[in-house]
Antibody
Framework: EVKLVESGGGLVQPGRSLKLSCAAS????????MGWVRQAPGKGLEWIGE????????NYIPSLKDKFTISRDNAQNTLYLQMSKLGCEDTAIYYC?????????WGQGVMVTVSS | DILMTQTPVSLPVSLGGQVSISCRSS???????????LHWYLQKPGQSPQLLIY???NRFSGVPDRFSGSGSGTDFTLKISRVEPEDLGVYSC?????????FGAGTKLELK
């Protein structure tokens, strides 16, 4: 069974950084692209970016490219999202997802609240 | 960025009924490789999105045949027949033909 479990969310002050993790199991992690999607409260889904199997290709939505960094550790079957210079507009549920053509399996999501 | 416009925003339905959701893109989603990367998701209340349909008309594993997708170019439709209680939630389309990938704003399927 494919399982993706995000962690690392919580309350963070504006301007600070936060790193999310996504632990994968039930499939061969290093065979798949992986990505992140977020959803602000009451809003639609927003694609953040994605990373290929060996981390040689990482794509970001341009508006977040200077703030967010996607990485992965294939030995640990873990995907990461490093977020910096956080603002209130970054308050959202963050989902990791496996990419096979499209995002086929998603984690349950982790809430990030940016507030003073 | 490609704008994905979903209609309607809200869709009241009776159990057992049939509904259609439209998703229109601001540019053609036909990729140079010949595929059209338009996908449909359902987000049930309190849950993460789940893939229903990929590349316009292909049902994902375990998705009942009550769900069907169609369309081409810029105009796509998701049809749900014989609506069941577990079908209620927000439906979103996603295009992954163009960078960056973009989602529609969602259509909320709710009981009439």
């Amino acid at each position: 069974e494919v399982k993706l479990v995000e962690s690392g969310g919580g309350l963070v002050q504006p301007g600070r950084s936060l790193k999310l993790s996504c632990a994968a199991s039930g499939f061969s992690f290093n065979d798949y692209w992986m990505g992140w999607v977020r959803q602000a409260p009451g809003k639609g889904l927003e694609w953040i970016g994605e990373i290929n199997q060996d981390s040689s290709t990482i794509n970001y939505i341009p508006s977040l490219k200077d703030k967010f960094t996607i990485s992965r550790d294939n030995a640990q079957n873990t995907l990461y999202l490093q977020m910096s210079k956080l603002g209130c507009e970054d308050t959202a549920i963050y989902y990791c997802a496996r990419r096979y053509g499209t995002f086929d399996y998603w984690g349950q999501g982790v809430m990030v609240t940016v507030s003073s | 960025d490609i704008l994905m416009t979903q209609t309607p925003v809200s869709l009241p339905v009776s159990l057992g009924g049939q509904v259609s959701i439209s998703c229109r893109s601001s540019q053609s989603l036909l990729h140079s490789d010949g595929n059209t990367y338009l996908h449909w998701y359902l987000q049930k209340p309190g849950q993460s999105p789940q893939l229903l349909i990929y590349r316009v008309s292909n049902r994902f594993s375990g998705v009942p045949d009550r769900f069907s997708g169609s369309g081409s170019g810029t105009d796509f439709t998701l049809k749900i027949s014989r609506v069941e209680p577990e079908d209620l939630g927000v439906y979103s389309c996603l295009q992954s033909t163009h960078f960056p990938n973009t989602f529609g704003a969602g259509t909320k399927l709710e009981l009439k």
